[in-house]
C-alpha cells in the first residue's frame, strides 16, 4: 500500500539515551516533514526536507537531528533524550504543487522519556 | 502564516445533530487551507481542502467547509453527525509564494476535539 511508513510505533527511551526514528515513503515526494504533536497544541515542525539533499529547521528543532538519505527516507534523531520530548512523532510527505498537494502522514511514533 | 486558531478546544453535539468548528489563520499572503481528522491512537487524515476556485469545499463523511478571505477563516461544517466522526479535528494552512506556489510548510491549529453523543 502506497504511504508513509514509520518505525519504531512505539518506544520508552531513558533521559540521556539516543535513539533514530525513520520514515520512508514510496510515492516519490520531494518534500518531507517531522512534526511532533503534544496535547493542546496542536503539531509542531521539528525539521523538513525540500528535496534529497537539503534540510531545514522548523519550529522547535532543538534537541533533534535529520538526515534525508534519499528521496525515500527521512529519519530523526535524538542525541540525548530529555522528559520534554517526551511526545507522539509524526512523519508526512507531499507533493510540492498541484491539485494533489496536501500531507501524507505516518501513523506516529509514540516516544516516552523517563 | 503567522498562526491558526481553532476557537474551541471541545465540541460536545448529540448523535444526528449539526456542528460547526471554527477555524480562524492569520497570515500576510493567499494560503492554502485544509482540515485533518485524527481517530484515537491513529494518524492524521486529510478531510478536505482549499486550494483555489470555489470557496465552498466537500470532502469525505459528509463534511464541508468555507474559506473566507475577508475574515480569514474556514470553519468546518456537518448538518448531521454521527457516533463515528467522534475525534479530534485539526486545521492547517499553508503560505503561498508570490507564484502561486506553496512554501510547504503546514501550521496547525491546536485541534478540537468532538465528541458526539447518543
Known amino acids: 500500500n502506497a504511504g508513509v511508513t514509520q518505525t519504531p510505533k512505539f518506544q520508552v527511551l531513558k533521559t540521556g539515551q539516543s535513539m533514530t526514528l525513520q520514515c520512508a515513503q514510496d510515492m516519490n515526494h520531494n518534500s518531507m516533514y517531522w512534526y511532533r504533536q503534544d496535547p493542546g497544541m496542536g503539531l509542531r515542525l521539528i525539521y523538513y526536507?525540500?528535496?534529497?539533499?537539503?534540510?531545514d529547521k522548523g519550529e522547535v528543532p532543538n534537541g533533534y537531528n535529520v538526515s534525508r538519505l534519499n528521496k525515500r527516507e527521512f529519519s530523526l534523531r535524538l542525541e540525548s533524550a530529555a522528559p520534554s520530548q517526551t511526545s507522539v512523532y509524526f512523519c508526512?510527505?507531499?507533493?510540492?504543487?498541484?491539485?494533489?498537494?496536501?500531507?501524507?502522514f505516518g501513523s506516529g511514533t509514540r516516544l516516552t522519556v523517563v | 502564516a503567522q498562526s491558526v486558531t481553532q476557537l474551541d478546544s471541545q465540541v460536545p453535539v448529540f448523535e444526528e445533530a449539526p456542528v460547526e468548528l471554527r477555524c480562524n489563520y492569520s497570515s500576510s499572503v493567499s494560503v492554502y487551507l485544509f482540515w485533518y481528522v485524527q481517530y484515537p491512537n491513529q494518524g492524521l487524515q486529510l478531510l478536505l481542502k482549499?486550494?483555489?476556485?470555489?470557496?465552498l469545499v466537500k470532502g469525505i463523511n459528509g463534511f464541508e467547509a468555507e474559506f473566507n478571505k475577508s475574515q480569514t477563516s474556514f470553519h468546518l461544517r456537518k448538518p448531521s453527525v454521527h457516533i463515528s466522526d467522534t475525534a479530534e479535528y485539526f486545521c492547517?494552512?499553508?503560505?503561498?509564494?508570490?507564484?502561486?506556489?506553496?512554501?510547504?510548510?503546514?501550521?496547525f491549529g491546536q485541534g478540537t476535539i468532538l465528541t458526539v453523543h447518543p
Open positions: 508526512a510527505s507531499t507533493v510540492e504543487t498541484g491539485p494533489n498537494y496536501g500531507y501524507t
Open positions: 482549499y486550494l483555489s476556485g470555489s470557496t
Open positions: 492547517a494552512v499553508s503560505d503561498l509564494d508570490a507564484g502561486g506556489t506553496s512554501y510547504g510548510k503546514l501550521t
Open positions: 526536507s525540500a528535496s534529497e539533499g537539503t534540510t
